[in-house]
């Protein structure tokens, strides 16, 4: 899924991380127009990213209760504080996109950082959570700029993102660094098998058009136990591993044992490491 | 989860001028809730018991609502509706309700009747006779103990405005609120419905209801009693003491003109309607009338924008279901949005109102056909029509699960059920 392009050099990109000054500093009105039809784009239900929509109560339910019972964040607090369960937890989002899973999160009580490698990406999600009211740091940067400076976190999640970069041992690399000892990494991906041909190339590109043609490679999709291999590379632990099943007449997303097509990792850094 | 950050506010040491007066800041919300009646106020407690902050509008005073000359009606709360009321800490504020342990469904004078008995279905009345000062108290009791609900009233919403990110109001006496969605629980002629453009599908009855209260010398023992007489329904239903309520039908004009009965008059009318099998009757208090009629919202939802209760779908009353279908309504939208702020999600997103549209439009609808079916079948006195419906009835009676269904509706509790109407907590 579309939630961020390929990393590319960008000369500019480490050195912005007040995204709405840089992007004011050099306004191109088709730029700025373009922005807003993109803005639209990722959060409009019906339009493009329909399926993130649909299946976005699932993985935020899926991060929200992880992140609850690894770091004991549950029922913490009473009253309006139950609304706000990750209050006191840094979170970077990595490959935000237009920041759908962003929002949520800050909502949900977290400090959140999302970078995308995309500056139209960034500028799209500044522009929505400004409007929306919400305070999320915003920055156009790759992980790995972002993982030479002190920041650390006790969150990071790799949604949708893995099976559209380079070097996925590097990127893991990257993310591990920048986890506090004992942080979470909440990775999603897609696994390489011939069901995942089926429904990810075949049925939502092709058939249903869910998604624009090209979005995915399926060579680069990646097995389980490869995640694994370079999870534990990257001094991370794994924790588990859950699918997501997606019911097309009811258009909903469960959480399932079948990691044939889409699935989550949880991995943890030790707290001696 | 009102917006934690803070809007850009100039420094102090750029106002020079000496303060005038003092613009208020805008009151943040979750939801706005317009109408704090039976439908505004229990979902207002409903979602801030839950976590929402959430403010209610209404044009009345508080203190004018719970008298008896305002509304002087009884509801008949459902075994389900019961379960919601008390699940958000409504039902125990209740100083008094009277439990329907039988419904009797009786053609006219025919021998054939239908005959429930909540025994069929395990413990617990099939429902509750309340009357509405009380629930009004009750509701407003909660209010006042539930943190994050504010009343206020009387105000009215003076301009709603429904933006792309946001709802923003302003109230008559000039206080400005923000919330994320907004929330139509101003009655059937909802100004909200009618501002966002939503027909509706209405139909009416040349008919009209008569309510009033009856004192009666012996019990009921908490029977209650619909008698369909060629002129329409004939409900009598029990009260708190050796009371009832009752609520029938007659051609508009008859009706008209039963209003304006001398009071022994209008007793007798009432004794030859009800029977003399409680002893001798009294009217107790005023009378109330009004047409009977349908309507259907042709949407629930709009941008940030929910319609509740009477503001969606307005029925004939001869169920008795109107109140428990828009409390059907307050169990599922306060699901909805508090599960959907439990993801962080935009509650007055299109997804999250999709979902509430999904799950009501059909049960209502639903309800408003079968209620309007029964009217025109029982408003009826040619002979072939009566046979068959004596038969019906009676073969009703003797079928346990068909019967069964009939009180599980009636009771509320058929179907996908909201958590609120099963008595769990949100």
């Known amino acids: 899924m579309p939630a961020q392009a390929t990393p590319q050099p960008d000369p500019t990109g480490a050195a912005t991380p007040e995204p709405r000054e840089a992007s004011a500093n050099t306004i191109d009105p088709a730029e700025v127009a373009r922005f807003d039809a993109m803005a639209e784009d990722w959060w409009n239900p019906n339009g493009p990213f329909r399926p993130l929509h649909q299946l976005n109560p699932l993985r935020i339910a899926y991060i929200r209760d992880q992140i609850a019972a690894r770091l004991g964040t549950a029922g913490t607090g009473g009253g309006g504080e139950r609304m706000r369960p990750l209050k006191g937890l840094r979170l970077l989002d990595v490959g935000c996109g237009g920041g759908l899973i962003c929002e949520p999160m800050a909502r949900l009580g977290a400090s959140v950082v999302g970078i995308d490698a995309a500056a139209r990406n960034i500028a799209a999600a500044a522009r929505h959570a400004q409007a929306m009211g919400l305070a999320i740091d915003y920055r156009h940067q790759p992980v790995e700029t972002l993982a030479t400076g002190s920041e650390r976190f006790d969150v990071i999640l790799a949604l949708e993102i893995l099976e559209h970069v380079a070097d996925g041992e590097a990127f893991l690399a990257a993310c591990a660094s920048l986890l506090v000892p004992g942080g979470l990494l909440v990775a999603a991906t897609l696994n390489r098998t011939a069901r995942s041909f089926a429904y990810a190339i075949v049925g939502a590109e092709y058939l249903l058009r869910w998604l624009p043609r090209g979005t995915h490679d399926w060579r680069r999709f990646i097995r389980p136990h490869e995640l694994a291999r370079s999870l534990r590379g990257a001094g991370l632990t794994l924790e588990t591993l859950d699918g997501a099943h997606y019911d097309p007449l009811a258009g909903r997303w469960s959480l399932s044992r079948d990691l044939g097509v889409n699935y989550m990792a949880i991995a943890t850094r030790p707290a001696g490491a | ?426």
């Open chain 2, 1 to 426: 989860m009102p917006d934690a950050t803070a809007k850009p506010e100039a420094s102090p040491s750029s106002s020079p001028l000496p303060a005038l007066a003092p613009v208020p800041a805008p009151l943040a919300a979750d939801v706005l809730i317009v109408g704090g009646g039976l439908i505004g106020l229990p979902l207002g407690v409903a979602l801030a018991g839950a976590g929402l902050e959430t403010i209610i509008l209404d044009r009345e005073d508080p203190a004018r609502v719970v008298d008896a000359a305002f509304d002087g009606r009884v509801s008949a709360i459902a075994f389900a509706s019961q379960a919601a009321l008390a699940a958000i800490g409504v039902w125990h504020h209740v100083a008094e309700a009277q439990p329907i342990l039988d419904i009797r469904v009786v053609d006219g004078t025919s021998p054939f009747f239908l005959h429930y008995d909540h025994r069929t279905l395990g413990s617990g009345p099939l429902g509750w006779m309340v009357e509405n000062r009380v629930l009004r108290q009750a509701l407003q009791q909660a209010v006042a103990a539930t943190p994050r609900v504010r009343l206020l009233a009387p105000a009215a919403a003076a301009h709603v405005e429904r933006g792309p990110h946001g709802v923003s109001a302003r109230t008559d006496d000039g206080r400005e609120i923000r919330a994320a969605i907004v929330v139509a629980a101003d009655g059937r002629f909802s100004p909200l419905r009618e501002a966002a453009g939503i027909p509706t599908l209405s139909w009416r009855y040349a008919q009209a209801g008569i309510v009033c209260t009856i004192a009666h010398e012996r019990p009921h023992q908490g029977v209650a009693t619909e008698r369909f007489l060629p002129a329409g329904p004939f409900a009598m239903l029990p009260m708190t003491g050796n009371r009832s309520s009752l609520v029938w039908t007659e051609p508009a004009a008859l009706a008209a003109a039963m209003m304006t009965l001398p009071p022994a008059e209008f007793r007798v009318e009432v004794a030859r309607r009800f029977g003399d099998h409680l002893g001798a009757l009294e009217v107790v208090g005023p009378r109330w009338t009004y047409p009977l009629a349908l309507h259907h919202a042709e949407r629930y939802i709009a941008h940030r924008l929910a319609l509740a209760g009477d503001a969606a779908h307005g029925m004939h009353p001869i169920a008795g279901q109107g109140l428990n279908l828009g409390l059907r309504d307050v169990a599922a939208l306060a699901e909805i949005l508090v599960d959907a702020a439990r993801l962080g999600l935009d509650i007055g997103d299109e997804g999250v109102l999709e979902a509430y549209q999904r799950r009501r439009r059909f049960d209502a609808m639903l309800l408003l056909a079968v209620t309007d079916g029964l009217n025109r079948l029982f408003s009826n006195d040619v002979a072939p029509v009566r046979l068959v419906r004596d038969l019906g009835l009676a073969a009703v009676n003797r079928m346990p699960p068909l019967k069964r269904l009939f009180m599980q509706h009636a009771r509320g509790t058929l179907g996908a059920l909201p958590r609120l109407l099963t008595g769990q907590p949100l």
